[in-house]
């Protein structure tokens, strides 16, 4: 793998289903950890019809389009296509995290899996269509290419989380090879290392033939996916993600029975375990949690927090209604010479930052510098994403009021 500087220490997700939560509701959880300064922005996009034979650009690598495409609302990396974590119309949530496995990351670029995130969203209607679709542009295009805006390439595979109103699946890849676990009740999180072992619901027609090709799998004993293409000598980043995916568990055993969004938001808050990270190289960079009820006539609600540090935000409500409206204050902007499009890539830095990120970095500045003033909105907070009580930033217009249709 070619890297260079800190890596990631954790990327966390999370889901519960009845009978684990308060509830009859399904509860989705994600943090999103990136380089320490990169922007996340959340961004809606509506659903299209596209004409035959129409094309689709990704990050990198150019695909064919579908006749229709779902609206969604994405937290992603401001200088790429995908998204670190989603949802769409139809009430399906989809999040990923990196992982290392037997085999070899492509540094070839093709699709990242931020690609194949929004790519399931926008083409499933439910959690098992997604699983379908992005497994079906695995196999076909593959995975790999920078993961980072750095010149010097970061690459991983992928595994990701998908939930719907009714049940939930785990996704997990190396190179074009996958397998997939559906989960009907309980709860279950991910963090950066395979976690499928032998209850596989379905799989890569190959995976199996491939595993014991490699000598990795005697066909001897029941198959296990993560025991047959985990690296047999985990890099310290997997061995902090195995800490953090056991803290993961342990809390959400703790709350079986009783899970709420702030539940998930409190997790997502947790520093003692790692789940929380805020690190000289990689902090989390945004979070997400969504209710989706049973109940097909109560609306899901997505929140995001568009900012770093959940300890330290806001999770603003989403609703998918008519009429939506984009909300300038958590969109990046956009440069017609982006370094993130040109080839050779990333051969210079621009600035991301949205509105809302600026001003949380301003409320963090004023806390660090004077507490007292720092627990007090300012003045003129009316119309601004201004430090809130504790330091949270208060989304746009100074109130934490939900604004539906929007992140706002």
Same mark, same amino acid.
């Given at each position: ?198 209850? /596989? &619901? !379905? #799989? ?5 033939? $491939?595993?014991?090709?490699? *000598?990795?799998?005697?066909?001897? @004993?029941? %198959? ?34 009783? /899970? &709420? !969004? #702030? ?5 997502? $808050?947790?520093?003692?375990? *790692?789940?929380?990270?805020?690190? @000289?190289? %990689? ?126």
């Amino acid at each position: 793998m070619a890297e260079q500087g800190p890596v990631p220490s954790s990327c966390d997700c999370f889901v519960a289903l009845p009978p684990h939560t308060a509830t009859a509701a399904v509860i989705f959880g994600k943090n999103a950890d990136r380089p320490r300064h990169e922007v996340q922005e959340v961004v809606y996009i509506p659903a299209a019809v596209h004409p035959p034979g129409d094309k689709v650009q990704c990050t990198y690598l150019e695909i064919e389009q579908v006749e229709r495409t779902h609206a969604v609302v994405l937290s992603r990396p401001a200088w790429l296509w995908g998204a670190e974590m989603g949802a769409n119309e139809h009430g399906v949530c989809v999040g990923n995290e990196g992982v290392w496995t037997r085999e070899p990351v492509g540094e070839e670029e093709a699709l990242l899996g931020m690609d194949l995130v929004r790519l399931g969203l926008e083409r499933g209607s439910s959690a098992r269509e997604a699983v379908e679709v992005m497994a079906a542009l695995l196999e076909r295009y593959g995975q790999g290419g920078s993961c980072k805006e750095e010149p010097v390439p970061f690459i991983y595979h992928n595994t990701f989380l998908l939930a719907d109103r009714t049940e939930a699946w785990v996704l997990e890849t190396a190179g074009r090879y996958w397998a997939a676990q559906r989960i009907r009740e309980g709860s279950r999180n991910i963090s950066n290392q395979l976690s499928i072992g032998r209850e /596989i &619901t !379905a #799989e890569h027609a190959g995976l199996r033939q $491939r595993a014991r090709g490699q *000598g990795w799998w005697s066909g001897d @004993e029941d %198959f296990s996916f993560a025991e047959a293409f985990s690296l047999p000598q985990q890099p310290p980043r997997m061995e902090a993600a195995r800490a953090r995916y056991r803290a993961g568990r342990e809390l959400l055993r703790q709350h079986a029975g009783h /899970i &709420t !969004a #702030e539940t998930f938001m409190g997790i997502l $808050r947790d520093k003692a375990s *790692g789940i929380c990270v805020d690190s @000289e190289g %990689f902090r989390t960079a945004g979070s997400m949690v969504s209710v989706l009820p049973r109940d097909p006539a109560l609306p899901c609600i997505h929140f995001f927090t568009a900012t770093p540090d959940p300890s330290r935000s806001v999770f603003k409500p989403f609703i998918f209604v008519a009429g939506i409206k984009p909300v300038p204050q958590v969109t990046s902007p956009t440069f017609p010479d982006d370094p993130a499009k040109q080839v050779p890539r990333f051969q210079r830095a621009v600035d991301r930052r949205h509105q809302l990120y600026r001003r949380h970095q301003a409320a963090l500045e004023m806390m660090e510098q004077d507490q007292e003033k720092g627990q007090k909105p300012p003045a003129d907070a009316a119309g601004a994403g201004a430090a809130g009580p504790g330091g949270n930033e208060c989304p746009a217009g100074g109130h934490s009021d939900p604004q539906p249709g929007g992140v706002g």
